[in-house]
C-alpha cells in the first residue's frame, strides 16, 4: 500500500473515531453493564461501536479482514486473519469498566495491519477527544502536533504506567515497582501506551491485554522512537496466530534509553513473584 492510501486510511480511521465518541458520550453515564465470560464489563455502547466499525470497514474495505474485541474475526478465521495482507484490529472501548461506572477516562483504538504489521494507529481518548495518531514511517502525532517517546533515564519521579489487577499474582508486580517510580493506572492500556508514545509516561507495561488493546499503541510508540517488547525483550510483531485468536499480548514500553532499564527492574519484580518461582 503506497503512502496516499495510508493516508487515506488514517483518515478513515479517524472517522471511525469520529463516529465512535459519538455514540459512547452519548451513552456515557445512562449505558448498562453486563459480565462477559472472562469477568470483563460489556455495555451495548460496545456493541453498538463494534458493529458501526465493522460495517463501515466493510463497506469501504470490502476485501480487508477484521478483528475487533467485541465481534472476534471477521471475514474468516483466525489462521486467515495471521497472514491476511490487511486485517483491521479495533476495540471499541479500552477502558469499559471506567465507562461503566462513570469514570471519564476511556479510549478507542484502532489499528491497520499488513501481514501483521501495523500500518496505521489511532488511539482517541474520550470523552476529551484527544488523538494520538501514526502512519508508518510518518512519525506520530498528538492532536496533530508531532511528538515522541521521552529520553530520560527513568527514576523515582518518572510517570510509569501500570495495569491493577484482582486476578493472580502479577499483582504482586505494582506492589515491586512501588518506590521506584510514580505509578499510574488510567484504566486503559491503549492510553497508557498513546502516553508512552507522547512522552508523557516514561514506560508502561501490562499482562491481562489482548491485541485489540495493543495495534495501534504499538506503532504509535515505534513510530515515536520507543521500544515495545514482550518481557523477554523479544519483538511483539509480526503478531502470531494466537493474538488473533485472543490470547494475552503482555508488554514492556519505554523509550529507547530506558526500554531495557526497565526490563531488567520487571524482570527482577517477576522473579519474586509466586508465578515468577514456579
Known amino acids: ?49 463494534q458493529e458501526m466499525m465493522v460495517r463501515a470497514i466493510q463497506t469501504a474495505y470490502p476485501g480487508h479482514m477484521i478483528l475487533g474485541e467485541e465481534s472476534g474475526v471477521v471475514g474468516g478465521s483466525a489462521e486467515q486473519a495471521e497472514v491476511a495482507e490487511y486485517c483491521w484490529v479495533t476495540d471499541p472501548l479500552d477502558g469499559t469498566r471506567n465507562f461503566a461506572f462513570g469514570v471519564p477516562v476511556f479510549a478507542t483504538s484502532i489499528a491497520l495491519l499488513h501481514r501483521g504489521w501495523p500500518v496505521v494507529g489511532l488511539v482517541r481518548a474520550l470523552p476529551s477527544g ?13 492532536n496533530g502536533r508531532e511528538v515522541s517517546v521521552g529520553r530520560a533515564a527513568l527514576g523515582e519521579r518518572s510517570l510509569v504506567a501500570v495495569q491493577s489487577t484482582i486476578r493472580g499474582p502479577d499483582g504482586w508486580i505494582v506492589i515491586g515497582l512501588a518506590g521506584t517510580a510514580a505509578l499510574r493506572n488510567l484504566g486503559s492500556t491503549a492510553l497508557h501506551m498513546a502516553l508512552v508514545a507522547s512522552g508523557a509516561f516514561a514506560a508502561a507495561v501490562a499482562w491481562e491485554c489482548r491485541l485489540w488493546d495493543v495495534a495501534a499503541g504499538w506503532l504509535l510508540i515505534d513510530e515515536g522512537g520507543g521500544v515495545c517488547t ?29 526500554h531495557g532499564q526497565f526490563l531488567s527492574r520487571i524482570e527482577r519484580v517477576r522473579d519474586l513473584t509466586p508465578r515468577g518461582r514456579a
Open 230 to 258: 514482550d518481557w523477554n525483550g523479544r519483538p511483539l510483531v509480526p503478531f502470531g496466530r494466537a493474538g488473533y485468536g485472543g490470547a494475552e499480548v503482555p508488554f514492556v514500553a519505554a523509550g529507547p534509553e530506558s
Open 1 to 49: 500500500m503506497d503512502d496516499r492510501r495510508l493516508s487515506d486510511c488514517a483518515v478513515f480511521a479517524r472517522h471511525l473515531a469520529d463516529e465512535a465518541g459519538r455514540i459512547a458520550c452519548d451513552a456515557f453515564g445512562t449505558s448498562i453493564a453486563r459480565r462477559k465470560a472472562d469477568g470483563s464489563e460489556l455495555t451495548d455502547a460496545d456493541l453498538a461501536i
Open 130 to 142: 484527544d488523538t494520538f495518531l501514526a502512519v508508518r514511517g510518518g512519525g506520530v502525532t498528538h
